[in-house]
Structure formats: structure tokens, C-alpha cells
Nanobody, 131 residues
Framework: QLQLVESGGGLVETGGSLRLACEAS????????????MGWFRQADEKSREFVAA????????RYADSVQGRATISRDNTKNTVYLQMNRLKPEDTAVYYC????????????????????WGQGTQVTVSS
């Protein structure tokens, strides 16, 4: 099981950028982080949680939500047990709590946009985009 801690959220003006980070830890983290599919989700006030981006364990497969395609870049550094989300050209509608999540799967990536697939979740970091 992973323990996930997000950082990098904050207040930014429309059109600005943020880089979120999610550091993972756990009793077997040294040998298994690269086996985890990692994703970012977000939840705005009075809205359901939605998928933002996901990356496979090796980093070779990536998926984005249509709402952030072209503005977001997900990446990971398995030597640091960390996954990142770079968000550019931010809009007020990007305002939300951003959650990092992961599940162990070295075989498929098909379910990477499905929240219920993820077994481990961070506490979230607030991103607020002012208009």
C-alpha cells in the first residue's frame, strides 16, 4: 500500500501555471513504485471527482482528460517515487482539490481513468485559479 502526499497547489491567476507533485512512500516502496499506475483526479465544490491524467508504471503510457489535453503534462520519476502534474494556461474552471492516486498493475492501462480502480489516495492539494 502506498502513502501519498501531494504538494504544489496554491492560488494562481488565469493563464498561469502550477506544478503539482505527489511523493509516495510505503513499506515496499523501493521495489514496487514502478509497478503502480499513478493518476491525478480533481474535485471542485459540489461536483463529483473527475479524472485528470494518468501514467503507467514505466511512464510509457499516458492518458489525459479532454478538459486538460494540451495544457497538462503528467510525468514520474521512479528514482524519487514521485509523480508530477504540470498545468499550464490555467482557467477558473480548473479550480479544485487535486488528488494523487495509485494502483498496482504492471500489465494493463485500460482502467487508468476510472477512480474506483485506484486503491491508494492522497489527501489532496487545493488549486485556485482567479479570474
Amino acid at each position: 500500500q502506498l502513502q501519498l502526499v501531494e504538494s504544489g497547489g496554491g492560488l494562481v491567476e488565469t493563464g498561469g501555471s502550477l506544478r503539482l507533485a505527489c511523493e509516495a512512500s510505503g513499506s515496499t516502496i523501493g521495489s514496487t513504485f514502478s509497478g503502480y499506475v499513478m493518476g491525478w483526479f480533481r474535485q471542485a465544490d459540489e461536483k463529483s471527482r473527475e479524472f485528470v491524467a494518468a501514467i503507467s508504471g514505466s511512464g510509457s503510457r499516458i492518458r489525459y482528460a479532454d478538459s486538460v489535453q494540451g495544457r497538462a503534462t503528467i510525468s514520474r520519476d521512479n528514482t524519487k517515487n514521485t509523480v508530477y502534474l504540470q498545468m499550464n494556461r490555467l482557467k477558473p474552471e480548473d479550480t479544485a482539490v487535486y488528488y494523487c492516486a495509485g494502483y498496482f498493475d504492471t500489465w494493463t492501462f485500460a482502467m487508468a481513468s476510472i477512480a474506483r480502480k485506484y486503491s491508494d489516495w492522497g489527501q489532496g492539494t487545493q488549486v485556485t485559479v482567479s479570474s
